[in-house]
């Protein structure tokens, strides 16, 4: 079992819908990282969350540390929000990230 | 945000060559560097962490003679594949962390085919 699992693998949407990917891990951590994958490979880092929520423009992060799960939530959303999106959790015990195996997100016009 | 490049973003190269790839860390000071491998509808893998001036420390089953990695300084680190080959066709991926920080910054990749 992987120390990150990430729900759902694949989600098509129609432009315009709230979506929700969920993670949860195993380990205690310091943070997590949600980050997005375009089709041409580049990554970007969307948030880092120890605790609470953050918000970026129509983006939102939630973390429940004592239930050990994350969301990440994407409001009206667009085809250009198509992408892989993933989530990285640093174990307490080291400095390296474990990353989950990653939502693809299809978002139809 | 703080920005990490990495060059080139594409190479070709024939087997049993060897190609360098450079990851720098543009407006700030990396002491921490790492460089991942990406297969194909897989997620990152983590090949090697490097602190700046010391030696990488490389993950198991990762060949520390055929991945060169250097961080001779605190905005660039390299990875030198050496005598590739074709199943050395990947995305290398390296990002980058200041000091104890918990943000990590991850450059575009760079795509090598090895022919």
């Known amino acids: 079992k992987n120390e990150v699992e990430q729900s759902p693998q694949n989600l098509t949407a129609q432009e315009g819908e709230f979506i929700t990917i969920n993670c949860s891990y195993s380990?205690?951590?310091?943070?997590l990282h949600w980050l997005q994958q375009h089709p041409g490979g580049g990554i970007v880092s969307l948030f880092m969350?120890?605790?609470g929520k953050k918000k970026h423009g129509r983006l939102i992060a939630t973390i429940n540390i004592q239930e050990k799960h994350s969301s990440l939530h994407i409001t009206a959303s667009h085809p250009r929000d198509s992408a892989v999106y993933i989530c990285a959790a640093r174990p307490r015990s080291q400095g390296n990230l474990i990353f989950g195996k990653g939502t693809k997100l299809s978002v139809k016009p | 945000g703080a920005v990490v490049s990495q060059h080139p973003s594409w190479v070709i190269c024939k087997s049993g060559t060897s190609v360098k790839i450079e990851c720098r860390s543009l407006d700030f000071q990396a002491t921490t560097m790492f460089w991942y491998r990406q297969f194909p509808k897989q997620s990152l893998m983590l090949m090697a962490t490097s602190n700046e001036g010391s030696k990488a420390t490389y993950e198991q089953g990762v060949e520390k003679d055929k991945f060169l990695i250097n961080h001779a300084s605190l905005t660039l680190s390299t990875l030198t594949v050496t005598s590739a080959h074709p199943e050395d066709s990947s995305f290398y991926i390296c990002?980058?962390?200041?000091?104890?920080?918990?943000?990590?910054?991850f450059g575009p990749g760079t795509r090598l085919t090895v022919t």
């Open positions: 380990v205690g951590i310091s943070a």
């Open positions: 969350l120890s605790s």
């Open positions: 990002s980058a962390r200041s000091g104890e920080s918990y943000e990590q910054y």
